[in-house]
């Protein structure tokens, strides 16, 4: 939400990655992200397979954001933009601060709690409902 007065677009690109098993399907996932930003037009939700800078140039996108929590975020993410800058000369990479409030955070907890029947609502956006 913070990234959208950055940008004229922001397009939420949810990548597949074959060595990876999600624990929910991308479909699903998208489904819920398209929900959060269902009211906000300059926003479009796309699934991909591939490298994320190959998805980039497809789609003419000259910048990737990234949120960072940690500085262990930082330091791979740095490593990920800067081979991202050698494949695709013409993206950056910007990345914002996590508010402090979600810095604690992680994909793996909410997952987790929800594995073992936790309430995992005050963790997830309001219009997604697991």
């Known amino acids: 939400m913070r990234g959208i007065p950055l940008f004229d677009e922001i ?3 949810v990548g597949l990655n074959a060595d990876k098993r999600a624990y929910f399907p991308i479909e699903k996932r998208l489904h ?3 929900e959060v930003f269902k009211d906000i037009p300059k926003v479009t939700v796309t699934g991909y397979s591939g490298l994320t800078v190959d998805f980039c140039r497809k789609s003419q996108a000259l910048y990737i954001l990234r949120g960072l929590r940690t500085s262990a975020d930082f330091e791979f993410e740095r490593s990920v933009g800067q ?3 050698k494949l695709y000369p013409d993206i ?11 810095v604690s955070v992680t ?5 987790e ?5 936790g309430d995992v609502s005050q963790f997830v956006p309001d219009r997604i409902r697991l």
């Open 113 to 117: 709690v929800h594995r073992y029947g």
């Open 32 to 34: 819920w992200i398209s």
């Open 83 to 85: 081979v991202n800058k």
């Open 11 to 13: 397009i939420v690109a």
């Open 92 to 102: 950056e990479s910007v990345f914002l601060l996590t508010l402090p409030e979600y």
């Open 107 to 111: 994909s793996s907890i909410v997952r």
